[in-house]
C-alpha cells in the first residue's frame, strides 16, 4: 500500500514517536544515550512510503503448504521485500524498514482488513549518506557477528 495521505504519514510518524520513546525507556546509562543516536527511520526524508501486508485470509495458491507451516505467507512477504531492497539498492536509492511501530495502530490509520497483517512499514528516497559499514556496527550498537558462530552443519 503506498502511503501517501499527509494525515496517514503523521499518524505513522507519531507511532514511531511512542514506540521509539518506549523503545529507549527500556535501556539504560551508555546503551540509552547509544540508543537515541541511532537513525532508525527516514519517515519525513522519504518521498515514497509503502506498507507491506500478508492477507493471511489469501485464497491464491490454495493454501499449498499453509496448512503446516502457515508463516510460510509472511516469510514470502519477507522475500519479496528483500528483492525490493536489493533491486533498490542497485539503483542507488535506499529503502529503511521501519520496525518501530506500533502495528494495530498503522493498520487501523491505514484502514486495512482485519485479515491483513503488517510485514514491513518502509521508507524509500535517495540516501542521505552513503556508507560501506552497516549502521549498528558503526554506531558501536552491535558487532559484525562471526559466520562461524551461525552455521552449523550436521
Known sequence: MLVESAACREA????????????????SGEKRVQYARLKLEGLEDAPVHLAVFADEAAEE????????????????????????????????????????????????????????????????????????DPELHRHRWQERLDVARVIFTR
Open 12 to 27: 505513522v510518524k507519531c507511532s514511531f514517536v511512542r514506540a521509539n520513546e518506549s523503545a529507549r525507556e527500556g535501556y
Open 61 to 132: 495458491g490454495s493454501r499449498l503448504g499453509r496448512r503446516t507451516m502457515p508463516e510460510t505467507l509472511q516469510y514470502s512477504v519477507v522475500a519479496a521485500v528483500q528483492t525490493l531492497w536489493l533491486a533498490a539498492r542497485a539503483e542507488g536509492l535506499g529503502l529503511g524498514w521501519i520496525s518501530i511501530l506500533e502495528p494495530r495502530i498503522v493498520c487501523r490509520v491505514l484502514e486495512v482488513p482485519n485479515t491483513w497483517k503488517l510485514i514491513a512499514y518502509l521508507c524509500i528516497g535517495w540516501p542521505v549518506e552513503e556508507h560501506l
